[in-house]
């Protein structure tokens, strides 16, 4: 909850969609490249998270 107050701060949302969309890549097990792409190419890149062979795998997560 805490994640999508600090996402209404201005400027502040800017550091935590970057930091959001790297958890979202590596939830995935992509890389800081995928990431990038995320980013600044979100129409191509969301796509290849939702139809490519990518799964999601929680236990990713747990270290960060």
């Known amino acids: 909850m805490w994640w999508f ?3 209404l701060i201005p400027v502040v949302n800017i ?3 970057v930091i959001l ?4 890549s590596v939830a995935f097990g992509k890389d800081t490249a995928f990431t990038v792409g ?4 979100s129409f191509i890149f969301i796509p290849i998270l939702g139809y ?4 999601y795998q929680p ?3 747990e270290d960060k």
């Open 5 to 7: 107050l600090l996402l």
């Open 15 to 17: 550091v935590f969609a």
């Open 21 to 24: 969309t790297h958890r979202l």
């Open 38 to 41: 995320l980013i600044f190419l």
């Open 52 to 55: 490519g062979d990518a799964k």
């Open 59 to 61: 236990e990713l997560l």
